[in-house]
């Protein structure tokens, strides 16, 4: 089969397509990959930059969607189920196995692109806004980075929660647009959004970091929470914790991957969380740009020059 494979670590462009024998590991569901979702992680993985650094030559691709070849006994899966998966390695190929706890049977009217666009960020910002943020019926949410990945599922993710006021902060009048057409109620510019915003806010989404932070606090009224879910301005902040006390607010930290992969069936129940607004439309991965299994260092290319709105994907 087909597969892309990092095999320096001399960034995007040095990724190959090469040959290489199919998966079949036992116990496996292997899966016929129609589309896979191109996301930092990878794009990290071929500088060495990730945290998870396997030997080299490797697939990389973590999250993906496809039919089903075979199947272990018990798994509920069957030969030809449409399906999502994550895979964490390996996505990057005509072919590749997952746990059958990490794969999910597609609603027939989800399409393969949506379906390899959706477990990663929904799962994350659901594990934030519910879990971790314990989001109540009609609080008012505000969401940085707001046409990114996680800033659209988030702005989805709250309304089909139960928010009753979702403010996008973006950076340009293009964006705010963007975050609009997948559901928030407005938006505001990041230069000098707390001024904008004023201080009505139960639950602060932050994928950003960076020089926002204080000013996200100051937009919380008594008892909100900030949600810390990364870092992509690049500078990890610090917060002076008398804001927390003066205020009653909390800073409350969103590691998913790490909380999630570590307890078998957790997955499983976020996607029975968010299965029925998936098949209901409520919630529907903002699409960016496609490309053919070959051109995958375009792809991660397109996500280093920050080029792409919505979820970059590979088809074979």
């Not at 462009?13 to 569901?29: C, T």
């Not at 016929?32 to 030559?57: T, W």
């Not at 691709?61 to 798994?75: I, K, L």
């Not at 929660?161 to 647009?177: L, N, Q």
Request: glycine share 12%; charged share 20%; with cysteine.
């Amino acid at each position: 089969m087909r597969a892309i494979q990092i095999t320096s670590l001399d960034g995007p462009e040095a990724v190959e397509l090469v040959d290489v024998p199919a998966p079949s590991q036992e116990g496996m569901v292997t899966i016929e990959v129609r589309a896979a979702g191109v996301a930092f992680p990878e794009l990290l993985q071929s500088r060495g930059l990730y945290q998870m650094k396997p030997e080299l030559p490797f697939t990389p691709g973590a999250e993906v969607s496809g039919v089903v070849v075979d199947a272990p006994e018990g798994s509920g899966l069957s030969e030809g189920d449409r399906v999502a998966a994550l895979c964490l390695l390996g996505g990057f190929a005509d072919v590749v196995q997952a746990q059958p706890d990490l794969t999910f049977k597609l609603p027939d009217d989800v399409g393969f692109e949506s379906g390899a666009a959706f477990l990663f960020n929904y799962c994350t910002v659901y594990f934030g806004l519910v879990e971790r943020g314990h989001l109540q019926e009609g609080e008012t949410v505000l969401v940085h980075g707001a046409a990114g990945g996680i800033g659209t599922a988030a702005i989805q993710v709250a309304k089909a929660f139960g928010a009753g006021r979702v403010i996008a902060v973006v950076s340009t009048e293009e964006k705010g647009k963007i975050a609009l057409g997948v559901g928030a109620d407005e938006y505001v510019l990041a230069d000098g959004f707390r001024e904008q915003v004023g201080q009505v806010v139960d639950i602060v989404v932050d994928p950003v970091g960076g020089d926002r932070f204080t000013d996200s606090l100051r937009t919380l009224k008594e008892h909100g929470r900030l949600l810390v879910i990364g870092f992509t301005a690049g500078e990890i902040p610090t917060v002076k914790v008398n804001r927390l006390l003066l205020n009653n607010v909390s800073v409350v930290g969103v590691g998913w991957g790490a909380y999630a992969l570590s307890r078998p069936g957790h997955i499983a129940s976020e996607w029975e969380a968010l299965l029925p607004h998936l098949s209901s439309g409520a919630l529907d991965p903002l699409l960016g740009p496609t490309y053919p299994l070959a051109d995958a260092s375009d792809a991660l290319v397109c996500l280093d020059e920050r080029a792409a709105t919505g979820k970059v994907l590979l088809t074979p």
